[in-house]
């Protein structure tokens, strides 16, 4: 018998015998495998095995579930895709930003996500193509799909470039090659994989109101900001180009467009210490001209690329010891509201190539046991997901949080658990009595508009015709966009906008909204 029939019998009996977890299926693996006198397959190609056998009807979701790799990649709802733009001129000169040869600017060639791009030759077909083939194989559903396109000052680049690259992510989502983006974005409303956020990465110097009205028209949802730090005197000396009032006014204009928002924070910076970094990070959660929605925090470390490297070497500047760091991160997840999610607390970069900095590559992973260690609990939306966790619906409570963000009211209402550590469902809602004229010129399905920002349900991501009864499936969004409509109201609003994704727009029509321009909307 050869290997793969092997493997075939393996699936057949791992079937017929049900393991209720992971413990038990690589007991059973092992014990099998052992019979047939090989090392333990690896999962992949189990499923692999379990896939061919399904086709003939031979299913078991629990055994798939379990056989799946990296669970977590899609267990908080959708299936992160990630691309990278060409290598392109930058029009920042920081310090502290790597700048390797035929790379775009700040990435390294042995990250993940870059060495993916550089294998596709920076074909945003084919690293879309690769990354759901991946998914696929791993046995992750791949019908929700959020894109994340890296690669710097997207804001920057030729418009024509931008247009041709979002057009072959949609072709590569759609399976079929349009004439145009606008067709390749009416195509995947109804899409097999359907592109339900996408996020560009830029600078605050390079957001205008004519940049806002572009970004949603390519079908943007989120924008993620390089801000670094929120002292200016850190921005200059780190020659960032851009002081904090660029962060106040991009961040202003993209919330009061509907974007959903993520800083880059970089701690570490030359000119700062820990007690200054922490400071910044209680003023960003205070201050109502920042509260973004989201966090990455990228601590800094040095490559020999970047200029600061000449800084280390002269001795002009020393990173934060691994225990300064550790401490800071603790501090300042201890202070991260319940509506903000941290996304990052370390970059992928490969260890090789930092020559001082951080080199743990489990950061995330070490606060989180000294967390618990210390009976702390986090409150960023990524720590309370709820994932695969049990619930009941009678056990849901509705949550409503209101707090002043860049001169307008944010409310983040949310389905959560009774002791508020396991969150289901949140919707944000921005309500604004005083818009930019120049910005309703632009965007005029906006005027007189309560603005809901983002909708997102937690949990296993399940496709989207099946019945089955997880989080994803019991109506909590269509609950959570109810009682914004009814805040709107009361509020004094007779229209609300979504910003919504290019394949949710058919979940909002049949819930009475309609597109115009780029926005789903709905007379209340």
Same mark, same amino acid.
């Given at each position: 018998?050869?290997?793969?029939?092997?493997?075939?019998?393996?699936v057949q009996?791992?079937?017929?015998?049900?393991?209720?977890?992971?413990?038990?299926l690589?007991y059973?693996?092992?014990?099998l495998?052992?019979s047939?006198?090989?090392?333990?397959?690896?999962?992949?190609k189990?499923?692999?095995a379990?896939?061919?056998l399904?086709?003939?009807?031979?299913?078991?979701l629990?055994?798939?579930?379990?056989?799946?790799?990296?669970?977590i @990649?899609?267990?908080?709802?959708?299936?992160?895709i990630?691309?990278?733009t060409?290598?392109y001129?930058?029009?920042?000169?920081?310090?502290?930003?790597p700048?390797?040869?035929?790379?775009?600017?700040?990435?390294?060639?042995n990250?993940?996500?870059v060495?993916?791009?550089?294998l596709?030759?920076?074909?945003p077909?084919?690293q879309?193509?690769?990354?759901l083939? !991946?998914?696929?194989?791993?046995?992750?559903?791949?019908?929700?799909?959020?894109?994340?396109?890296m690669?710097?000052?997207w804001?920057?680049?030729?418009?024509?470039y931008?247009?041709?690259?979002?057009? @072959?992510?949609?072709?590569?989502?759609?399976?079929k090659? !349009?004439?145009n983006?606008?067709q390749a974005?009416?195509?995947?409303?109804?899409?097999?994989?359907r592109?339900?956020?996408?996020?560009?990465?830029t600078?605050?110097?390079?957001?205008?109101?004519?940049?806002?009205?572009r970004?949603?028209e390519?079908?943007?949802?989120?924008?993620?900001?390089?801000?670094q730090a929120?002292d200016?005197?850190?921005?200059?000396?780190?020659?960032?180009?851009?002081?904090?009032?660029?962060?106040?006014g991009?961040?202003?204009?993209?919330?009061?467009?509907?974007?959903?928002?993520?800083?880059?924070?970089?701690?570490n910076?030359?000119?700062?210490?820990p007690?200054?970094?922490?400071?910044?990070?209680?003023?960003l959660?205070?201050?109502?001209?920042y509260?973004?929605?989201?966090?990455?925090?990228?601590?800094?470390?040095v490559?020999d690329?970047a200029?600061?490297?000449?800084?280390?070497k002269?001795g002009?500047?020393?990173?934060y010891?691994?225990?300064?760091?550790?401490?800071?991160?603790?501090?300042?997840?201890?202070?991260?509201?319940?509506?903000?999610r941290?996304?990052?607390?370390?970059?992928?970069i490969?260890?090789e190539?930092?020559?001082?900095g951080?080199?743990?590559?489990?950061?995330?992973?070490?606060? !989180?046991?000294?967390?618990?260690?210390?009976?702390?609990?986090?409150?960023?939306? @990524?720590?309370?997901?709820?994932?695969?966790?049990?619930?009941?619906?009678?056990?849901?409570r509705?949550?409503?949080?209101?707090?002043?963000a860049?001169?307008?009211?944010?409310?983040?209402?949310?389905?959560?658990?009774?002791?508020?550590?396991?969150?289901f !469902?949140?919707? @944000?809602?921005r309500?604004?009595?005083?818009?930019?004229?120049?910005l309703?010129?632009a965007l005029?399905e906006?005027?007189?508009?309560?603005?809901?920002?983002e909708v997102?349900?937690?949990?296993?991501?399940?496709?989207?015709?099946?019945?089955?009864?997880?989080?994803?499936?019991i109506?909590l969004?269509?609950k959570?966009?109810?009682?914004?409509?009814?805040?709107?109201?009361?509020?004094?609003?007779?229209?609300?906008?979504?910003?919504?994704?290019?394949?949710?727009?058919?979940?909002?029509?049949?819930?009475?909204?309609?597109?115009?321009?780029?926005?789903?909307?709905?007379?209340?």
């Open positions: 018998m050869n290997q793969s029939h092997i493997e075939k019998s393996i009996q791992l079937i017929k015998a049900k393991p209720s977890n992971s413990r038990e690589n059973l693996v092992k014990k495998a052992s047939y006198k090989i090392p333990s397959p690896k999962r992949i189990l499923l692999s379990y896939h061919k399904a086709k003939s009807g031979n299913k078991d629990g055994l798939k579930k379990l056989l799946k790799k990296r669970e @990649r899609t267990l908080s709802g959708v299936a992160v990630a691309v990278l060409k290598p001129k930058c029009p920042g000169e920081c310090v502290f930003c700048n390797e040869k035929k790379m775009p600017k700040s990435y390294i060639y990250e993940p996500a060495m993916r791009a550089i596709c030759k920076f074909d077909f084919k879309v193509q690769m990354r083939r !991946a998914l696929a194989m791993t046995g992750h559903e791949t019908d929700k799909c959020e894109l994340i396109v690669g710097g000052t804001t920057y680049l030729p418009h024509k931008q247009d041709w690259f979002l057009k @072959r992510c949609f072709d590569a989502f759609n399976e090659t !349009a004439k983006l606008t974005q009416k195509w995947n409303e109804t899409a097999k994989y592109v339900i956020g996408l996020t560009l990465e600078r605050p110097d390079y957001i205008n109101i004519p940049e806002i009205k970004m949603r390519l079908g943007a949802t989120r924008v993620e900001i390089g801000v929120i200016d005197k850190i921005l200059k000396f780190n020659n960032r180009g851009h002081l904090t009032k660029e962060v106040i991009a961040t202003k204009l993209l919330k009061d467009a509907g974007f959903k928002i993520s800083y880059h924070m970089m701690p910076l030359p000119g700062s210490n007690n200054k970094d922490l400071k910044m990070f209680k003023q959660f205070h201050d109502q001209n509260q973004p929605d989201m966090l990455k925090i990228y601590p800094c470390v490559t690329t200029k600061i490297y000449r800084w280390y002269s002009k500047f020393r990173p010891t691994d225990k300064q760091l550790i401490d800071l991160l603790i501090k300042i997840k201890k202070i991260i509201p319940p509506y903000v941290l996304s990052r607390i370390i970059r992928d490969p260890s190539s930092i020559v001082a951080n080199k743990i590559s489990n950061l995330r992973q070490l606060i !989180a046991e000294k967390f618990q260690k210390d009976k702390n609990i986090c409150q960023c939306i @990524r720590c309370r997901e709820a994932r695969s966790k049990r619930f009941e619906i009678k056990d849901l509705l949550k409503i949080k209101k707090y002043k860049s001169h307008g009211i944010e409310y983040f209402l949310s389905y959560e658990s009774k002791d508020k550590k396991t969150l !469902a949140f919707l @944000r809602l309500i604004l009595k005083k818009v930019d004229q120049n309703l010129k005029p906006l005027k007189d508009a309560a603005l809901i920002r997102h349900t937690y949990g296993e991501l399940i496709p989207i015709k099946s019945k089955h009864k997880a989080v994803q499936h109506g969004g269509k959570l966009i109810q009682q914004a409509e009814k805040i709107s109201k009361k509020q004094g609003f007779n229209k609300i906008a979504v910003i919504s994704g290019i394949g949710v727009r058919e979940y909002y029509k049949n819930l009475g909204y309609h597109l115009q321009n780029t926005y789903m909307i709905k007379n209340l």
